[in-house]
């Protein structure tokens, strides 16, 4: 009967599906999940690289004071919020998506429409990531209008 729970339990664990090589169990210990740590300070500001970034092994039953990421892919690319410490967990509120405009910096504007176009100098009222529509104070008439931020850093506006 022994051999027979044993030989049942072996097959069970064999078929186990695994979601993701990323959190793949490590062999050692199947109770164990992969999470990417920085292995540098990162700062307020940088940009987190690929290269900045390792995999850990956590107990599965790890619970930190907040969500945390558990994709790389999830913050390269991305900003540091605030400083991340190399080893430690990162929170999901401490990165953000790279901003192209800078509140109060000067961007420029622009309208297309029907092949007019006009360009202004107008001071975003926030900051903006790409393809988020922000609010816009034209230097000139110091209306403020809505525009979308494009990739090059400017903003659209009017009809989109």
């Not at 080893?87 to 999901?92: D, Q």
Request: charged share 20%; no cysteine.
């Amino acid at each position: 009967m022994a051999r027979l729970v044993r030989l049942t339990l072996a097959v069970l664990l064999a078929a186990a599906p695994v979601a993701s090589p990323a959190l793949a169990p490590a062999a050692s210990d199947p109770a164990e999940i992969m999470l990417p740590v920085p292995t540098v300070t990162i700062y307020a500001g940088d940009t987190i690289k690929e290269s900045m970034l390792r995999l850990q092994a956590y107990p599965a039953t790890y619970r930190g004071r907040q969500a945390v990421i558990d994709a790389p892919l999830a913050i390269a690319g991305r900003t540091a919020r605030r400083i991340l410490l190399p080893g430690e967990p990162v929170p999901v509120n401490a990165v953000d998506d790279p901003r192209l405009v800078s509140r109060g910096a000067p961007t420029q504007m622009i309208f297309e429409e029907n092949g007019l176009v006009i360009t202004a100098v107008g001071a975003p009222l926030q900051n903006g990531g790409l393809g988020e529509t922000i609010r816009v104070r034209n230097t000139d008439t110091n209306r403020i209008v809505l525009g979308t931020v494009m990739p090059d850093g400017r903003i659209r506006i009017g009809a989109q």
